[in-house]
């Protein structure tokens, strides 16, 4: 047994990024996430080896001496592990693709359609990655990724897929209840269910021209497929991506709230190395995921079933 526990992979790939780059953007760019998320993977790894591997000075970043030690031995273990890789990994010319997307897009989104794709290209067998995780297409075996950002990715090529057009939403029970909102000031009342930064509500409410939206209040999620569900099971209003919840708009399983909407400054992007850009199979999976985006539904929003008495949310 070995005497200490391993420390996340995905915080040691952005150390050793942050490390290489001295700049946590760079590193953020390099691998597909945003800052944020590569700062609290530099924390969590800091936490678990109990020591500073980074001071901060002004803007700046540096290595302490503990992060100039550890860093040689990160570096070549990534390397050993990326050279091992490449000698048992399956041969590019196989009919396997793998596509790694984030669990909300892939259940969401992706995988509702993928019929489609495996009649068209009955040849082609998917293997569809569901994670958060950092991407590294030369260490993870992924052929391509659907990934939410600004779509700047050095050295990979990258096709925006769906621009995010942020809607309020919320189950057709709630709605029933508390009555359809007139105005988008009306869900100022509401109770409201958010992301894990708990400030797209408020950027969405300044969008609408609405200063004054009152606290923040109610749960948060840090995965949207979780906050889906809140929404869903009747906990609150969300604000969701209107092209990733349309089937669900469609369907009656939600009903749009207003038709006043915010425009994400991050979209989906899909992703891939740019010397397997016009590989075969990434070439047909592009394809088909650009031309299932651009089959943008023209059906109204759903509305619920039976009007109710307008009340205000929590009395």
Same mark, same amino acid.
């Given at each position: 047994?070995?005497?200490?526990?391993?420390?996340?992979?995905? &915080?040691?790939?952005?150390?050793?990024?942050?490390?290489?780059?001295?700049?946590?953007?760079?590193?953020?760019?390099?691998?597909?996430?945003?800052?944020?998320?590569?700062?609290?993977?530099?924390?969590?790894?800091?936490?678990?080896?109990?020591?500073?591997?980074? +001071?901060?000075?002004?803007?700046?970043?540096?290595?302490?001496?503990?992060?100039?030690?550890?860093?040689?031995?990160? =570096?070549? !273990?990534?390397?050993?592990?990326?050279?091992?890789? =490449?000698?048992?990994?399956?041969?590019?010319?196989?009919?396997?693709?793998?596509?790694?997307?984030?669990?909300?897009?892939?259940?969401?989104?992706?995988?509702?359609?993928?019929?489609?794709?495996?009649?068209?290209?009955?040849?082609?067998?998917?293997?569809?990655?569901?994670?958060?995780?950092?991407?590294?297409?030369?260490?993870?075996?992924?052929?391509?990724?659907?990934?939410?950002?600004?779509? *700047?990715?050095?050295?990979?090529?990258?096709?925006?897929?769906?621009?995010?057009?942020?809607?309020?939403?919320?189950?057709?029970?709630?709605?029933?209840?508390?009555?359809?909102?007139?105005?988008?000031?009306?869900?100022? +009342?509401?109770?409201?269910?958010?992301? !894990?930064? =708990?400030?797209?509500?408020?950027?969405?409410?300044?969008?609408?021209?609405?200063?004054?939206?009152?606290?923040?209040?109610?749960?948060?999620?840090?995965?949207?497929?979780?906050?889906?569900?809140?929404?869903?099971?009747?906990?609150? &209003?969300?604000?969701?991506?209107?092209?990733?919840?349309?089937?669900?708009?469609?369907?009656?399983?939600?009903?749009?709230?207003?038709?006043?909407?915010?425009?994400?400054?991050?979209?989906?992007?899909?992703?891939?190395?740019?010397?397997?850009?016009? =590989?075969?199979?990434? !070439?047909?999976? +592009?394809?088909?995921?650009?031309?299932?985006?651009? *089959?943008? &539904?023209?059906?109204? *929003?759903?509305?619920?079933? &039976?009007?109710?008495? +307008?009340?205000?949310?929590?009395?």
């Amino acid at each position: 047994m070995m005497e200490h526990q391993l420390p996340p992979l995905n &915080a040691l790939r952005a150390f050793e990024a942050t490390a290489r780059h001295l700049s946590v953007k760079n590193a953020a760019d390099e691998l597909c996430v945003t800052p944020g998320a590569v700062s609290q993977l530099i924390k969590t790894l800091e936490l678990h080896l109990g020591v500073p591997l980074f +001071r901060r000075v002004n803007r700046g970043i540096f290595l302490t001496e503990v992060g100039q030690a550890y860093l040689p031995p990160v =570096r070549n !273990a990534f390397r050993q592990i990326s050279d091992a890789t =490449r000698r048992v990994a399956v041969p590019e010319d196989t009919g396997i693709l793998t596509v790694s997307a984030t669990p909300f897009f892939a259940s969401a989104w992706l995988v509702p359609r993928l019929k489609g794709f495996q009649d068209a290209h009955p040849d082609i067998d998917l293997q569809v990655v569901s994670s958060s995780a950092l991407a590294d297409f030369s260490r993870d075996g992924v052929d391509v990724a659907i990934r939410h950002g600004l779509g *700047r990715y050095p050295g990979l090529s990258s096709q925006r897929v769906l621009t995010v057009e942020i809607v309020p939403v919320a189950a057709p029970a709630l709605v029933k209840r508390l009555g359809m909102p007139e105005a988008p000031a009306d869900l100022t +009342r509401w109770p409201r269910v958010n992301d !894990a930064e =708990r400030k797209a509500w408020a950027l969405w409410f300044e969008a609408q021209g609405i200063q004054s939206a009152g606290p923040v209040r109610g749960p948060s999620f840090d995965d949207s497929g979780l906050l889906l569900k809140a929404v869903l099971t009747g906990q609150g &209003a969300a604000l969701l991506p209107a092209a990733v919840v349309a089937d669900d708009l469609a369907e009656g399983r939600l009903v749009q709230l207003s038709d006043a909407s915010w425009i994400e400054d991050f979209a989906y992007y899909l992703v891939c190395p740019e010397n397997s850009h016009d =590989r075969p199979k990434v !070439a047909a999976f +592009r394809e088909w995921v650009l031309s299932e985006a651009s *089959r943008k &539904a023209t059906r109204p *929003r759903k509305r619920a079933p &039976a009007r109710a008495t +307008r009340s205000r949310a929590g009395s």
